[in-house]
C-alpha cells in the first residue's frame, strides 16, 4: 500500500509537516476533535500532542485505520462510511477537520451537511479543499453548475469552482483563511476554511434616548423582525406568571418619559434577566432587531445574555443625542412654570391697562 501521509522514516506522498504548517488550527487542549479521511492519523497525532480531551479519527480504508491504531494508540479510530458514522454517531466535536478528503465522497453537499451536524454549537470545522478553475486545461463540464470534473495523476474527481464552494458554503458562517501546499500529481489547488454554524443575528441598538434607535430599526434593517424594547413595558405588566420582576417594576412607570429610568433600575433588582429572556423569546430563534435604551455601563452584560440564548450579537453604535427627549421634557416642564409666570405678570400689567 502505498503511503499518503508522511512520518519519520517513512516518507509518503504528502509532505504532512507542511501541510499542518499551513492550516490555521484553533487550540486544541482539553477539546474534542474529529478527523474525516483520517487516513493513517497523523492529524489525530497532532491532536494527542496537543492535549486534546477526546480524539477520534475515521477512514474507509481498514489498512489505514490499522496503521493509525499502531502509530497512536491513545486515539480512537474507525474504519467507517463518513457520512454513515457522522449520522449514525450523536457525538459532537469541538474542532472537525476534513483535509483534502472531501472530494473522494460521492456527495460532497451531503458529506459538509453531516460534518456541520457533527459540530458542538460554538464548534469549528477546518476544511482543506480543492477548488477548480474553469481554465484549467484538464478540467471538462461536471454535472452540476459550479462543480468541474478534473483528471489527477491518479483518477477523476469533482471539485467545486469559487462559484460552487460559495454556494456550497452559503447555509453556514464561514470564512476564507488561507492556501494550503500543492499536492503532488494534482493540478488541483488546495484552500483553507473555517466554518461554524449560522447564528441568528441579534442585531442590538441600544443607545441614549433620542439617538435614532426606531428609525434606524425601521430603515437599515427594514428586514429584520423589530423588538422595541420601550414596548415591552407595556407588555410586562400583563405576564405576572412568566416575569413577576419585570411585571412589579412595569407597574412603576407613569409616561413614556420613565422608560429610560425603569431600564436602569431593572439592572439594580436583576429584572433585566426576565427582560433579556423575554427579548430572545420574542426573537423566536431567527434574526432580530431590538432597539431600546440599556445603560452603557450594562450593555456588554445585556449582549452576553443574547449569545447565551445562541443569537450573534451585533451592536449598533448611533451618535449619542446633544439633548434626549427626557430631558427635553424636564427642561420644558421647568420653563412652563417660569412661563406660567410671565404670563400671570402679563395679565396683570393687560389689567391695568384696560
Not at 433600575?265 to 431567527?286: I, P
Amino acid at each position: 500500500m502505498h503511503s499518503y501521509q508522511t512520518f519519520p522514516g517513512d516518507p509518503g506522498t504528502s509532505n504532512s509537516i507542511a501541510k499542518l504548517a499551513s492550516l490555521p488550527m484553533p487550540g486544541l487542549c482539553g477539546k474534542t476533535f474529529l478527523d474525516i479521511g483520517c487516513n493513517e492519523g497523523f492529524f489525530c497525532g497532532y491532536a494527542h500532542f496537543e492535549g486534546a480531551r477526546s480524539i477520534t479519527g475515521v477512514d474507509n480504508q481498514a489498512e489505514y485505520i490499522a496503521l493509525a491504531r499502531q502509530r497512536f494508540p491513545a486515539c480512537n479510530f474507525i474504519q467507517a462510511d463518513w457520512v454513515d458514522f457522522l449520522y449514525e454517531n450523536d457525538k459532537k466535536y469541538d474542532v472537525i477537520l476534513c483535509a483534502s478528503a472531501i472530494h473522494y465522497a460521492q456527495d460532497q453537499e451531503k458529506l459538509l451537511e453531516a460534518m456541520m451536524r457533527a459540530l458542538a454549537p460554538a464548534g469549528l470545522l477546518v476544511l482543506e479543499i480543492g477548488i477548480a478553475d474553469s481554465s484549467m486545461p484538464d478540467a471538462g463540464p461536471g454535472p452540476l453548475a459550479g462543480w468541474l470534473k478534473c483528471r489527477r495523476g491518479i483518477d477523476e474527481r469533482l471539485f467545486p469552482t469559487w462559484q460552487g464552494i460559495e454556494k456550497m458554503l452559503a447555509p453556514y458562517a464561514w470564512k476564507y483563511v488561507g492556501e494550503s501546499i500543492p499536492q503532488a500529481g494534482d493540478p488541483v489547488p488546495r484552500f483553507i476554511f473555517h466554518i461554524r454554524k449560522r447564528l441568528p443575528y441579534a442585531i442590538l441598538v441600544m443607545g441614549e434616548p433620542g439617538t435614532g434607535k426606531s428609525t434606524a430599526a425601521r430603515h437599515v434593517f427594514d428586514n429584520f423582525q423589530v423588538i422595541g424594547g420601550d414596548a415591552i413595558w407595556g407588555q410586562a405588566e400583563g405576564m405576572a406568571d412568566r416575569y413577576p420582576k419585570l411585571a412589579e417594576l412595569a407597574k412603576t412607570r407613569k409616561g413614556w418619559h420613565m422608560l429610560n429610568i425603569l431600564a436602569a433600575r431593572m439592572f439594580s433588582d436583576e429584572s433585566w434577566e426576565e427582560y433579556a429572556n423575554y427579548v430572545a423569546t420574542l426573537g423566536g430563534n431567527k434574526d432580530f432587531v431590538f432597539e431600546g435604551y440599556i445603560p452603557e455601563e450594562f450593555r456588554k452584560k445585556f449582549a452576553g445574555a443574547m449569545a447565551a440564548y445562541g443569537y450573534c450579537p451585533v451592536n449598533v453604535e448611533l451618535p449619542k443625542s446633544a439633548e434626549p427627549p427626557a430631558e427635553m421634557l424636564r427642561n420644558t416642564r421647568v420653563e412652563a412654570r417660569k412661563y406660567g409666570m410671565f404670563l400671570a405678570a402679563v395679565a396683570k400689567k393687560f389689567q391695568r391697562r384696560r
